[in-house]
């Protein structure tokens, strides 16, 4: 992110971060970053041992990492690609943010993987698209945890295509700003589902299996629902939803 790095190539890094995993930005174009493992066992495992992070000290150093640990940071780029990279214990998985006047714009990420984090991806900043493909976002951590998370100058639209969402979440989705769109998405947990307080979003193929929890909360933004499984009831509040086809079981 410090300098502009067109067409670079970063495969099979790994270790425990603390604060930041992999900033890319500086208005870099054509990047690939793939096959990346962060994981906090990392950090007791050097072949000479780590006093500093034994194993008692495990929880320690994970529960920071949920607090502290931005485990991607994308700015300035174009076209940046993101191929089957995965973390272990974060704040937030993935954070797309404005850098230098620049955002992150056509970007494509596939293979995804947030676990044991509060946010599994965050999208503040972005421009044109943002496409995500075969995600696994797993929000584990004390408070306001959520798999995916739009915020108000989020001025984009971003798709998600084949996620499995689980662990504990508080909300599905939280979206203040710009477009979401989900498809072929699985849910064993949901919290209380898709919180829209600004935006838009279009869900299609969704599989709720938990029975708890309202699936669309409405303050602002608006859902539209199509092909949707739930266990139970559609819980939806507020008005302004349209469920075009809805399932229950």
């Known amino acids: 992110m410090s300098y502009r790095c067109d067409k670079h190539f ?33 950090a007791r495992r050097p072949a000479r041992g780590n006093p500093l992070f034994a194993p008692a000290r495990f929880e320690t150093l994970w529960d920071y990492q949920k607090e502290e640990l931005v485990a991607f940071i994308v700015g300035h780029t174009e076209n940046q690609f993101f191929y089957q990279n995965f973390v272990y214990g974060c704040l937030y998985g993935m954070h797309f943010i404005e850098e230098s006047g620049g955002s992150p714009r056509n970007c494509i990420i596939h293979g995804h993987g947030t676990d044991g984090g509060k946010v599994g991806v965050f999208f503040e900043s972005g421009s044109e698209h943002i496409t995500m493909i075969n995600s696994e976002l797993v929000a584990m951590s004390t408070t306001n945890k959520v798999a995916i998370k739009l915020g108000s100058e989020f001025n984009a639209t971003t798709v998600l295509i084949g996620s499995l969402i689980w662990g504990n979440p508080d909300y599905l989705a939280v979206v203040d700003g710009g477009v979401l769109k989900i498809q072929n998405l699985h849910a064993t947990r949901h919290g209380n589902g898709i919180l829209a307080n600004g935006g838009k979003i279009e869900a299609r193929n ?37 469920a075009l086809s809805v399932e229950r079981y």
């Open 10 to 42: 970063v495969d099979y890094l790994s270790g425990a971060p603390i604060k930041t995993g992999i900033a890319v930005g500086g208005g870099s174009r054509d990047g690939v970053i793939r096959n990346v493992q962060f994981n906090p066992h990392y």
């Open 206 to 242: 969704l599989n709720f299996l938990s029975g708890k929890g309202a699936h669309v909360q409405e303050r602002g933004g608006k859902v539209l629902l199509e092909s949707v499984v739930t266990q139970g009831a559609l819980r939806i509040d507020g008005n302004q939803s349209t």
